[in-house]
């Protein structure tokens, strides 16, 4: 765990709706891209609420972690067709 560990409450109801989302039987991943859009939505408004992001910024969710944006960075660099 890193130095912004979740609170134990978090990933108990992380693991109590990985499964059965909102009560639906269905994760997730088996939903429907509008609940996944819902999902999505409110957590990058809540973030820019809890941060005062501007609301002209946009919000990106990526995949990985320091190891994975560290690989990124020297991607972005490279040039088309090597």
Known sequence: ?????LPLEVF????????DLQG???SILEKSSK?????NGETQQLLKD??????NYEMLF???V???????VPMNFLVEGM
């Not at 108990?12 to 499964?19: P, T």
């Not at 609940?35 to 999902?39: A, C, L, M």
């Not at 809890?50 to 609301?55: A, E, Q, S, V």
């Open 50 to 55: 809890l941060l005062n992001i501007p609301t």
């Open 24 to 26: 639906t039987s269905l």
């Open 62 to 64: 990526l995949q990985g």
């Open 12 to 19: 108990l109801q992380i693991q109590d709706e990985f499964l």
């Open 35 to 39: 609940v996944y859009e819902n999902i």
């Open 66 to 72: 320091e190891s994975t944006q560290f690989a990124m």
């Open 1 to 5: 765990m890193g130095p912004a560990t």
